[in-house]
């Protein structure tokens, strides 16, 4: 399995957007950092109220120089439905991840329980934090659809990294 390490180069990114054209981490450029977080699909109501939550906050990311983007293994069909039925309006929702995409992240992978709405496979939970030089900063993975960071929390975090100049953390791993 992958495991992604502070202040190394992380992996190409290029996922079609709902919104239209593509996201592309090469092509973000953004002044301070990119968050990308990785959600599981619209079969999830805890990706739902993570990222309708980010939708409230978005705006103030990008005052701190911050781009946001959100993705998934999701077909186009099914993350048309999430960008429709969520409150996400303000969210770059990226999809088709390839599962080998989605490992080269060090992202986990689920198979579908029997009876359930969720695709034959799909992502765990992840988010990064990525600087424009495409090195990560930080991130955190996850097994299961609980416990994410919270975006208020994170948002209060990187005011005082940005102010601070405060250096990423194990990268002696």
Known sequence: MTRLIPDQTV????????QDGGFSLQGANPDYLTIIGFYRGLHCPICKKWLEQLNGVIDEFGELGISVVAASM?????ARKTRMDWDVGKVPIAHDMSEDTARSWGLYISDKREGSEEPDRFSEPGLFLVRPDRTLYACVVQTMPFTRPDWNDLL???KFVKDKDYPARGAAT
């Open 11 to 18: 992996p190409a990114l290029d996922l079609p957007l709902v």
């Open 74 to 78: 999701d077909e186009p069909v099914r």
């Open 156 to 158: 209060g975090g990187l």
